[in-house]
C-alpha cells in the first residue's frame, strides 16, 4: 500500500485528470522547495492515504523517488529526475516550472503515466471537459454562467436580479450570453426527442 499505482488503475486510455499528478505551483506556496530539502507528498482520498512520493529538492532540479506497478502489474523502483526552469514575471519576481522528463517542455504539472511523470502532451490524453457531448457542454456552460450571476449552483437560465457589485453592462451581456446557451440547451433535448426546429 502507498506506491503508486496500488489504489488505483493506469492505462493508456481514459482522461488526463484520473492520473495522479504533481503541481510546481502548489509545492511553491507551501513553501516547501528549499535546496537540500527532503519531503513525502501524499495523494489521500476520504482521508486515506492512495499513494505517495519522497522528493528531494536540489539545486535546478527535483528528484522523485517511488515504488509503481502498472495494471497490478509486478512493483518498480524508480528515481526520477526533474528538471526545473524559470521564467520571468511581467512585473518582476519569477516563475518556476517542471521541464518534462520526455519533451523538456515547461509545465506546471507533471501527470503519473505508465511508470513516470510527464506533461500532458506527453500522455496524449484529454481533460475531461474536452470530450464531453454536445449538451453536456451547454450544461456546464450554463452553470458557469449561473454561478457567476448569483443562481444556485444547479440552476440553469431564469436568474431574476443583477448580483450586488456586478455592473449593469456586464451583467445584461452574461445575462444575453446565458439566455442564448439556455435556447440552445432546449433546442439539444429537442433534437434528441425527435422535434425539429426551424428559423
Known amino acids: 500500500m502507498g506506491g503508486l ?23 511553491k506556496r507551501k513553501g516547501i522547495l528549499l535546496s537540500g530539502s ?16 519522497r522528493v ?17 502489474g509486478e512493483w518498480h523502483t524508480v528515481e526520477l529526475t526533474v ?7 511581467n512585473y518582476g519576481g519569477e516563475r518556476i516550472w517542471f521541464s518534462c522528463p520526455v519533451c523538456n517542455r515547461r509545465a506546471a504539472k507533471l501527470f503519473c503515466y505508465g511508470k513516470y511523470f510527464i506533461c500532458r502532451l ?8 474536452q470530450s464531453g457531448w454536445g ?3 451547454l450544461y456546464r456552460k450554463g452553470r458557469r454562467f449561473s454561478l457567476k450571476l448569483g443562481a444556485d449552483r444547479y440552476r440553469v437560465g431564469n436568474v431574476i436580479s443583477k448580483p450586488k457589485g456586478m455592473h449593469l453592462n456586464t451583467y445584461n451581456r452574461m445575462k444575453h ?13 429537442d433534437l434528441i426527442m425527435g422535434k425539429v426546429w426551424t428559423l
Open 135 to 137: 449538451i453536456h457542454r
Open 83 to 89: 528538471t526545473l526552469t524559470y521564467s520571468r514575471c
Open 177 to 189: 450570453e446565458s439566455d442564448d446557451n439556455f435556447m440552445k440547451i432546449v433546442r439539444e433535448q
Open 56 to 72: 528531494l529538492v536540489e539545486d535546478g532540479h527535483v528528484v522523485l523517488s517511488y515504488r509503481t506497478r502498472i495494471n497490478f
Open 38 to 53: 527532503i519531503f513525502t507528498w501524499r495523494w489521500l482520498v476520504n482521508d486515506e492515504e492512495q499513494a505517495q512520493i
Open 5 to 27: 499505482g496500488s489504489g488505483r488503475r493506469f492505462s493508456h486510455r481514459g482522461y488526463v485528470d484520473t492520473n495522479l499528478a504533481i503541481d510546481i505551483r502548489t509545492w
Open 122 to 129: 506527453c500522455t496524449g490524453q484529454l481533460y475531461e471537459s
